[in-house]
């Protein structure tokens, strides 16, 4: 079972799978929060259980449509990906990529 948090304004808690299984709950949850203000957006993950590609995808696209600088994932469980996520996470951190304005967005 999913469960995302609002421990504040700007603090989020997700905890449980954000699997395929999980995938439109997660979503829905992330679509639905009234997030106010200009200020950083905090994602605590400690709490999941289990993460695959689809929880990571959609945690990605949250990021990128409130702005990469806005929203930062702390306390991402070791546990939670296999070893050949872990090493495409370790990729995508280091990887610039562009947007179709040509502007150039980091993944941390």
Same mark, same amino acid.
């Given at each position: ?51 695959? $590609? ?16 806005? $929203? ?11 070893? %050949? ?5 370790? %990729?995508?951190?280091?990887?610039? $990529? ?6 150039? $967005?980091?993944?941390?």
């Amino acid at each position: 079972m999913l469960h995302v948090n609002s421990a504040g304004p700007q603090l989020l808690s997700i905890s449980g799978d954000a699997t395929v299984y999980e995938a439109n709950t997660l979503h829905a949850a992330l679509a639905g929060l009234s997030l106010t203000g200009e200020g950083p957006i905090s994602i605590d993950l400690g709490s999941l259980e289990s993460m695959d $590609v689809s929880g990571l995808q959609i945690l990605v696209a949250f990021r990128r449509h409130l702005g990469a600088a806005r $929203v930062s994932f702390h306390n991402l469980p070791a546990h939670t990906f296999d070893a %050949r996520l872990r090493r495409s996470a370790r %990729r995508a951190r280091s990887a610039s $990529v562009g947007r179709t304005s040509g502007t150039p $967005v980091t993944i941390p």
